[in-house]
């Protein structure tokens, strides 16, 4: 609070020292005016209460018209302010005389002439001039006022008069004050007119004086400056206060000397002292500081400081030159590197310097009158001289580069600079010599020309590199140039991957120097902390010479004793595309510094090759794509044109088993997949049943013997069951063996590129043909499903044809089975009926021919052969019965042929004679019958007929013979067969 008061009652500031001027005056008035009422105030009160509110509204009122013109002040509002507050100073005063005493009162009479005053102090001699007239005009508006009786008159003094008095009085008062007023201005001038040639004549010195006020707690500020401040500085007043003033721009080490005169100020001391400061461009300067302490009798303290600065940083800088030129000329022969040396025109040393020594191991007082042939073999001392005399003769400095060889032996180039001396004459009167070790250079030079060597190496490997070509043989060329050309033991080549943000491997080196394929190695550039550090800029560039314990590789690790090991970054453009890494772990040579400014130079053909082999890569790919379009727009119309004729050969009318092998065939040889399996949909147990496979060989097998439920999802029916949804539902997969995990031995097992696609005929699926490309790998191509997707609507109506027609067949079979099964057993009925016949009429024929034997036998009496005709007419008779009862079973079961039975051919044989006994003895016949026990399975009763059959036609058909036979047996062929 008691800053902001003192503060307040602060004049204010200002740029132009007039403006500063004229506030000063009118903040001492204005505040004068502030505090002057406050006593009046306090009389009325106590002396003339009766007056007080007439008191109190005058003050309220002359106190807000001085604090207004107050604020307005402060606001830097001068001139405005001052006019304001003259203005309303006479207007109050005005008012006062026309309400009270009109011009006998002290309003007009002593407020006026203060008014016309203080506008003479603020606003010159043109201000004073304007108030005095306008008091004029009041004051004879006031006379005029009370003549016409609008005012009460004065008893003692007459108003003309005491107007005109009154005019004098502030006319005059005008005129002293325009007099002071013009003294002061005249002043003013005579000072700025010294001021500006105190400032010309500090713009052609490079001084300049200041004034620096010091408050109580010890801070200073910087007041004002005049001269050469600008100039010496760089700063203007201001610049010079907001960059932190005196303190901000001394130079650090100068500190605390300054702190030394600021102590020693404050003691009342003056100073000279010399400091160093820093220029607005950054330049230190040397100045040399006179200041004189501003004392404060009263507060006993220092209150500012008045002083000159003198710029001395020339001469400091010539006083360090001629330090330095005579230090330099005091041990310019002791202390230059080189050797030097004085000889007079016989080759006699005159002086030598400190190095001399170095190379002879002489004293150098020692040295002065030999020559060289004293210090130095004979071959050495003779180079020397012939050098020297050569000097002579030619009168001119020469150059030599020789090799020298010091006091220790060491062999060394050294360049030798030989100047003859001349005396005042012109005559040759010596030499001088300065030899200086050029070892260094001359190993710099080989180091240039191995760099130029290195350089040549590295731009033919850039342009090996940077050849279009695909990026990789490009990392391949790399890899060559890094460990052929630029012979590295082991190299490796990451590539960065933008998009995963990783570094890809390419191509490494194994423990025996030789390229291994890494292009499936990857890991995240997060686990990579050598690759984020040199992908961070161009150039970078990571290089250790014990690699394996920095980064603590483990023992087995393939890095694990590496030492020198370096990692470049290859940039291509403002993007990293690459870090090469080398070491030389197999020889464990160093990395020398040509090779990794080789590498480092290269990793930017490296960069660019790399990305023009993606770019040519894309270009190329994006050239494939368009070709690969086209081919495959001519080979889905291939394909479709194939799919047409396939399916004219397929949807002919066939047998179901044609038809599934013409699919398989087509699917296999005309669309081109490795292997095809064929199911026909089973409705009735919701199943696929297998009908033709493809074994690992490409080669048809039947597998009709398998089928797979669909009644629940599982890996083997998923397949089937999502074509089976709707018509033209493909089921594709490019990991089947991943996705469906088959068993080691199953036949799906290993395959990858699998395809399902359901025939459907109308609206119902009827098979399910799948493919795949285990044999070859191979991808299944768009074409490939495509044509597939085709042929499938056309199998389905294949095998529903193949169906229909079978159905057509089988019952067209099945007709003409029964037509030739009547057509069979007509015949059979007829030849039945002719047996049964035949057969009944045997027996018959032989009662007959017994009948008559039984007569004769009768008639003979030989009963013997009665009894035996008998019992053959009774067992002709038991043979009938027997057919008869048979007959009569097979009428019962419905049909003629008995069940076989395993029957001796002897026993068929003699059933046989017995029926045909009696027509064999009527034609008196011999039979001859051959028994080898041969067995017959056959029907007996149906063969003792065909048998009696045979009898019967070899009697019917034997004609006249003397002695008629037949012969019944069986024998065997060649092939062992036995033949009846």
Same mark, same amino acid.
């Given at each position: ?42 009389? !009325? ?78 606003? +010159? ?20 006022? /009370? ?54 004549? @500090?713009? *052609? ?64 001391? $003056? %100073? ?41 940083? !020339? ?23 080189? %050797? ?21 191991? !002489? ?167 050598? #690759?984020? /550090? ?42 990293? !595309? ?87 065939? @087509?699917?296999?040889?005309?669309? +081109? ?88 005929? +109308? ?8 493919? $795949? ?17 085709? #042929? ?69 009496? $030989? ?45 068929? *044989? ?44 070899? %009697? ?25």
């Amino acid at each position: 609070m008691i800053a902001f008061i003192r503060n307040l009652l602060k004049p204010p500031l200002f740029e132009e020292e007039e403006k500063t001027h004229q506030a000063y005056l009118l903040h001492v008035i204005l505040l004068a005016f502030i505090l002057m009422p406050l006593p009046y105030v306090l009389y !009325v009160l106590i002396q003339e209460p009766e007056d007080a509110n007439r008191a109190l509204a005058f003050l309220a009122v002359d106190e807000a018209i001085n604090i207004a013109c107050f604020i307005v002040l402060r606001r830097g509002h001068v001139r405005a302010a001052a006019i304001l507050h003259i203005g309303i100073m006479w207007s109050f005063f005005a008012v006062i005389s026309a309400t009270s005493s009109s011009i006998y009162g002290v309003a007009y009479l002593l407020g006026n002439g203060l008014v016309i005053t203080i506008a003479g102090i603020l606003l +010159g001699s043109r201000g004073s001039l304007i108030m005095t007239l306008l008091t004029v005009l009041e004051g004879g508006s006031l006379v005029y006022a /009370q003549y016409q009786g609008w005012s009460p008159p004065d008893i003692l003094d007459a108003p003309l008069q005491t107007w005109i008095v009154s005019m004098l009085l502030f006319m005059a008062g005008m005129i002293l004050q325009n007099l002071s007023a013009r003294t002061v201005k005249d002043a003013l001038q005579r000072a700025r007119a010294s001021e500006e040639r105190y400032r010309l004549i @500090s713009r *052609v010195s490079s001084d300049y004086a200041f004034g620096t006020e010091v408050r109580k707690d010890g801070t200073t500020r910087l007041s004002w400056v005049a001269g050469a401040f600008e100039e010496m500085t760089g700063y203007t007043y201001e610049e010079y206060l907001a960059s932190g003033g005196w303190l901000g721009h001394v130079h650090p080490d100068d500190r605390e000397r300054d702190a030394r005169d600021m102590e020693a100020l404050h003691h009342r001391q $003056d %100073i000279r002292s010399e400091i160093r400061t820093f220029a607005k461009n950054g330049e230190i300067r040397w100045e040399r500081i006179f200041a004189h302490p501003v004392w404060d009798e009263k507060e006993n303290r220092l209150i500012g400081i008045i002083g000159a600065v003198q710029d001395v940083t !020339v001469q400091k800088r010539a006083e360090e030159v001629l330090r330095e030129a005579i230090l330099q000329q005091s041990a310019i022969l002791n202390n230059i590197p080189d %050797i030097a040396w004085l000889k007079d025109r016989d080759g006699r040393y005159i002086a030598v310097n400190n190095q001399f020594y170095k190379l002879t191991n !002489v004293p150098a007082d020692d040295i002065v009158g030999r020559t060289d042939f004293d210090l130095f073999s004979g071959q050495i001392a003779q180079r020397y001289r012939e050098g020297d005399v050569l000097v002579m003769d030619s009168r001119e400095q020469k150059v030599f580069e020789e090799l020298q060889t010091d006091r220790d032996g060491n062999t060394f180039w050294a360049e030798t600079v030989k100047t003859p001396i001349l005396n005042s004459q012109g005559e040759v009167v010596g030499t001088t010599g300065i030899s200086r070790d050029i070892t260094e250079r001359k190993q710099a030079e080989v180091l240039i020309q191995n760099r130029r060597i290195t350089l040549e190496k590295v731009i033919g490997l850039g342009k090996i590199v940077t050849q279009a070509d695909d990026l990789r043989s490009t990392v391949k060329k790399i890899w060559h140039g890094v460990r052929d050309e630029l012979s590295f033991d082991r190299v490796a080549i990451f590539l960065h991957n933008t998009e995963r943000n990783s570094m890809d491997d390419t191509f490494g080196t194994n423990s025996q120097g030789e390229m291994v394929d890494e292009w499936d190695i990857w890991f995240p550039l997060s686990e990579a902390a050598t #690759f984020t /550090q040199v992908l961070q800029k161009p150039d970078g560039i990571y290089f250790s010479h014990n690699y394996d314990v920095e980064n603590n590789i483990a023992e087995g690790h393939e890095m694990y004793g590496v030492k020198d090991y370096v990692a470049v970054a290859a940039w291509a453009g403002d993007k990293p !595309v690459a870090v090469l890494c080398a070491d030389h772990w197999i020889s464990g040579r160093p990395i020398t510094a040509e090779q990794l400014e080789a590498l480092r130079l290269f990793s930017g053909y490296a960069g660019l090759a790399i990305e023009n082999a993606r770019l040519h890569e894309k270009i190329r790919d994006e050239l494939s794509l368009e070709t690969l379009g086209k081919e495959r727009e001519e080979n889905r119309r291939a394909m479709l044109e194939r799919v047409v004729r396939i399916s004219q050969s397929v949807t002919e009318v066939y047998d179901l088993q044609t038809t599934l092998t013409r699919i398989w065939r @087509s699917v296999r040889n005309d669309l +081109g997949f490795d292997r095809v399996g064929i199911y026909l949909y089973n409705a009735q147990r919701h199943s696929m049943d297998g009908t033709l496979g493809t074994n690992n060989q490409g080669e048809m097998i039947d597998e009709s013997h398998t089928w797979i439920s669909l009644k629940q999802d599982d890996r083997e029916s998923r397949a089937f069951l999502l074509v089976l949804e709707k018509p033209d539902t493909i089921y594709v997969t490019r990991s089947f063996d991943t996705e469906h995990a088959p068993p080691k031995d199953h036949i799906m097992s290993g395959v990858e590129e699998f395809a399902a696609i359901a025939a459907w005929a +109308g609206e119902k699926p009827v098979a399910a043909i799948c493919v $795949d490309h285990r044999m070859t790998g191979r991808r299944i191509s768009d074409e490939q499903l495509e044509g597939l997707r085709l #042929f499938a609507g056309y199998a389905a109506l294949a095998i529903e044809n193949a169906k229909l027609n079978e159905a057509i067949q089988s019952e067209l079979i099945q007709r003409q089975r029964f037509i030739e099964e009547l057509e069979t057993k007509n015949a059979e009925l007829e030849r039945f009926t002719y047996t049964v016949s035949h057969d009944l009429k045997s027996p018959l024929v032989t009662i007959v021919g017994f009948l008559r034997y039984l007569e004769k036998d009768a008639e003979a009496g $030989d009963f013997v052969k009665f009894k035996r005709d008998l019992w053959r007419i009774e067992h002709a008779v038991g043979k009938m019965h027997n057919l008869l009862k048979d007959l009569l079973e097979l009428s019962r079961v419905g049909r003629l042929i008995n069940p076989p039975s395993e029957v001796a051919f002897s026993t068929i *044989v003699k059933d046989a004679l017995e029926l045909v006994h009696g027509e064999i003895d009527d034609e008196n016949i011999l039979i001859e019958f051959t028994n080898r026990d041969a067995i017959v399975k056959c029907d007996h009763v149906r063969i003792v007929e065909v048998m009696q059959n045979l009898i019967e036609n070899a %009697i019917k058909f034997m004609g006249d013979q003397a002695q008629p036979r037949i012969e019944i047996g069986s024998f065997e062929d060649d092939k062992g067969t036995n033949v009846f």
